[in-house]
RNA sequence: GGUUCCGUAGCUCAGCUGGAUAGAGCAACAGCCUUCUAAGCUGUGGGUCCCAGGUUCGAAUCCUGGCGGAAUCACCA
């Protein structure tokens, strides 16, 4: 980005010097020159035509002219219609090249470890069931949108909400108590969460059968489900969880820590980790003060009944209920509870919300509820929707039975890796005490890759069936191509070429330069992906750029080639693509093997 | 019904803060390993950018209206 500015501002001030004083910046539009024309970076003339008063190609000629009189880093120009495609002397672009391998990270590091920290919330999980695939993608784009702002330079804090409260968790407590005959998920070798979700799915299979009985009793479907003695059994115990009842207490305890320790080894394999975890049984109470407070204060109102409502007539929104009538707390209040508590702990720049676009007007009226209530940080709060991923029957739904489990597509995708690896005779090369760690990584790389490769706001579909690909526009792909490079080193390094700076070669190829400008690129586009929180754009930058590197690697070898300094730029080149490949790579969350 | 989001090749997706000739992968077909890793490379075919208007030098991109799909509008979370 620093040449494009670089040119900006010479354009600017061309302009100052022809139309006087004024800020000109805003009409500079700068583009990469497009395939097929002669050039790397394009000035489009026509917004400055009217200021000009000068016909598109006179304009575009005088502004060549003066770059290349006032920036060495111009080396030629040409124009076709309204177009001013610049050359830059390739030698700047080595030079550039030099300065990154210099650095010993190509990302940024927070500046200020005491500045305000953006906040990141992702996964917020419930503890009645295992995570599906729907929380992987929630999952990733939270751990990935994390890296990628703290590549841009400010610190962040990645933060969890657990829902671990509230009628389904008692639910399953309830059938645990009923049907579990005091068995845990060490005797049964049933990992935890997986464990208690069969319990939730237990109970919800019983309720459905004394429902069914209740209707053919003539009872409407809402009147059934007062009636259930199960459901009435459920309500009881959130009732003595609420009041603090001891034994309640210490099984909730119980069946929530099997849940985390479960919860735990699938955020280990998806490589996630928070700084703070917060949990909903701590935060709803703070919550309800708030919404109390608020009451008092006249910005809420009370109906007769004891509910509280947020009246959002001037948004033109509906009202809005944050207090039940029995008093207690509904998913709102929970999130205004939670929002204060963090604001207090961490004082965040931000507070980013990773969640599906299901809540989209729970976010908008959080905000506004916030706002009403006083607090000059909700303008703080931002909800990042993304989208659902469907199946190829459309939506995953538990009743019938078509969620994919998350830890199931985890070992599908290392089994396929094994399977294929071993097809391919690639683990020959491997090492034996580092394969299951290639595996790993490749499965889980091609994962990752091809959940985050897609614009998160947009919904996207996942075909278990044909599985994932690992060949074209996938992460094993972009994972080869590291592991190309890393050989290619080794070779080198035996053969005794160095990787000293290069100097600026003459007879560069189209493609090497193009492999240049891309590298060049990376920067600019972390920066980008940082602003739009989208990983997307790291997965299309580093994909094109594997795409590019093994074209030219096709055809431009190094140990056969006769000239030192090519032989060396090449090597350079290459070094410099696996690093950027390995830290956008990173900036996914995935990882990159040596060997593969 | 109101609101929001989406609609690009057979399929999955890029491109969308207006710019030149709309791109990849998969699938299909045809080639390239005695030469730095063939999970690679090269080539062929494949398009009413949902439709219709508008804005302007210029629209897949912005605006309006349709059509189609999804989400949401709970004393669920």
Known sequence: MILEKKIENQVASYLKSICGEGDYNELVHLQKTRAGFKGDITLVVFPLLKLLKQKPAEAAQGIGEYLSDNMQEVMSFNVIKGFLNIEIDPGWWTGYMNMILQEDSLLKKPDNKDSSPVLVEFSSPNTNKPLHLGHIRNNLLGMSISRIIEASGKPVKKVNLVNDRGIHICKTMLAWQKWGDGTTPEKADIKGDHFVGEYYVMFEKELRKEIDKLRSESYTEEEALQKAPLMKEAREMLRKWESGDRETLDLWKTMNRWVYEGFDETYKELGVSFHKVYYESGTYKVGREVVEEGLKRGVLEKKEDGSVWADLGKYSLDKKLLLRSDGTSVYMTQDIGT??????????????YVVGNEQDYHFKVLQIVLREL???????????????????????????????????????????????????????EVPPGKRSEVVKMIGMGALKYFILKVDPRKNMLFNPEESIDFNGNTGPFIQYTHARVCSLRRKCSE??????????????????????????????????????????????????????????????????????????????????????????????????????
């Open 374 to 428: 006083g607090y000059e940080w909700a303008e703080k709060v931002k909800h990042i929707s993304y989208g659902m991923v469907e199946l190829p029957g459309g939506r995953m739904k538990s009743r019938e039975g078509t969620v994919v489990d998350a830890d199931d597509i985890i070992s599908e995708m290392e089994i396929t890796a094994q399977r294929l690896s071993e097809e391919l005779g690639k683990l020959d």
């Open 495 to 596: 053969a005794g070429i160095t990787e000293q700076e290069s100097s600026p070669i003459v007879d560069m190829s189209s493609k090497e330069l193009m492999l240049l400008k891309l590298l060049y690129d990376f920067q600019g586009v972390v920066s980008q992906a940082a602003e739009d929180h989208s990983p997307a754009l790291i997965a299309n930058y580093v994909y094109e750029l594997a795409k590019e590197y093994n074209q030219f690697y096709h055809d431009h070898p190094i140990l056969r080639e006769s000239r030192r300094d090519v032989q060396q730029f090449r090597l350079l080149l290459s070094v410099c693509t696996g690093r950027v490949i390995k830290s956008a790579m990173y900036l996914l969350g995935a990882e990159v093997p040596e060997r593969m």
């Open 339 to 352: 929002a204060v508590l963090r604001y207090n702990d961490f004082s965040p720049a931000e507070m980013l």
